[in-house]
């Protein structure tokens, strides 16, 4: 995390009441930081009852690396991975390592309902519980504000790769995991509550990173198989699309909110730029 104190005590609280029997550890990997967060790790305010431990991360490239440093100071074998601004749901912790038990990677749920404005809730469908994050003719995914690993998994594929900076890291990760033999699952009842960006500036340059990743992702695996909706006599009817469902038209007409356009036109965008950089073409 990275300066991610503003909500971090949210979600220290929300561990602090899980119901998880067994011994456990939390471990903030701070990635450079200037929001004060160190000193709210070793001050008062820390949520009582948590083994919490602080480790600077700051020498590592973002979010991989972060969680590269968290696991490695970690001290149990299965490793779950939540984000600062989120809120875990109570029964998050027993939810996931119960289902660790029959696979060798764990995916959870996000709702985007609870801890986000309905406004804002609307920019960003998301799965429901049950569905899980499957991927047509692929291998699952999941999210990195939500999902566990054991510890040997983590240290055969190499952690996470932290030359993806941008986005999909953990994507990446899970996918060779996958594609290294190693099983996951799903648990609908691992949930949390997922913040979204809450402004269109933020939400555009997160839904651009997305983009840009879908290419690393098109360009590492296609050759096992994997390809991105690569069909370019398809881009221009996707352009006209949301060129005619802008925001200058009523809502009534486009059935599109602002927040929603900004991500689909972002995405794309991401995709291109990211086509053009790599010299590959996922569009």
């Keep these: ?155 055969a594929i190499g952690g996470f790769d932290e030359s993806m900076t941008l986005a999909a890291e953990d994507v990446d990760y899970v996918w060779r995991a996958q594609s290294a033999g190693f099983t996951m699952v799903h648990s609908a009842d691992a949930v949390v509550d997922y913040r979204l960006r809450d402004n269109y500036r933020d939400f555009w340059d997160q839904a651009y990173r997305y983009g840009r990743g879908i290419v690393l992702l098109h360009k590492r695996f296609r050759r096992d198989g994997f390809s991105y909706y690569n069909k370019p006599l398809v881009f221009p009817l996707v352009v006209a699309s949301l060129a005619v469902r802008n925001p200058l038209l009523p809502y009534a007409i486009t059935r599109m909110t602002t927040g929603r356009w900004i991500f689909h036109v972002a995405h794309e965008v991401g995709k291109v730029h990211g086509s053009i950089v790599e010299r590959t073409l996922c569009i």
């Design 1 to 155: 995390m990275k300066n991610g104190r503003r909500h971090l005590h949210a979600q220290l609280t929300a561990l602090a009441s899980q119901d998880y029997p067994g011994s456990w550890d939390v471990v903030v990997s701070d990635n450079g930081s200037t929001d004060g967060l160190i000193d709210y790790m070793h001050g008062p305010t820390v949520p009582a009852g948590l083994d919490t431990s602080y480790v600077d991360s700051s020498d590592g490239v973002g979010v991989a690396g972060a969680r590269n440093r968290g696991v490695a100071t970690a001290r149990g074998d299965f490793i779950a991975y939540l984000d600062s601004d989120d809120v875990a749901r109570p029964g998050w912790l027993s939810a996931i390592a119960a289902a660790a038990v029959r696979g060798d990677l764990v995916s959870g749920s996000i709702v985007t309902t609870v801890i986000n404005t309905p406004r804002v809730a609307q920019w960003r469908p998301v799965p429901s519980p049950d569905a899980g994050w499957p991927v047509a003719g692929w291998f699952p995914t999941a999210m990195g504000a939500n999902f566990g690993a054991w510890r040997d998994v983590h240290d």
